[in-house]
């Protein structure tokens, strides 16, 4: 099982709504690409005393290996347009963990 997220940021003041429609859209699109694995989004707001402010959203993937091909492909051109769009995406992956090696019996 393959886990990620994408952290996106607006960096140029657009209409929320419309990015929303537009990143709803697009996962709508990968998730055909990978019917079994689990592709969220959420939109990310802040605290503040004078109102919840967005921050932004968060695109979480839990894939089958065997799907992740089908989505590579058009989740770099995604983000790519992310940027084009005006905003920062992060992706956020588990850093790999080695495997312990066992210790020597002298």
């Known amino acids: 099982m393959v886990k990620f997220a994408i952290r996106c940021q607006r960096a140029v003041p657009t209409d929320t709504e419309e990015l929303d429609r537009w990143l709803e859209q697009r996962m709508r699109a990968l998730r055909s ?4 694995g689990t592709l969220r989004v959420s939109r990310l707001n802040q605290g503040m005393p004078s109102g919840p402010v967005d921050i932004g959203w968060l ?3 839990e894939l089958p290996e065997s799907e992740l091909p089908f989505i590579d492909e ?3 051109a995604a983000v790519s347009d992310m940027r084009l769009l005006g905003f920062q995406p992060t992706v956020l992956a588990p850093a790999d963990v080695p495997t312990p090696v ?3 019996q002298s």
Do not use: D, I, R
């Open 33 to 36: 690409g990978a019917p079994t």
């Open 102 to 104: 066992p210790a020597q």
């Open 59 to 61: 695109l979480e993937f």
């Open 74 to 76: 058009p989740l770099s």
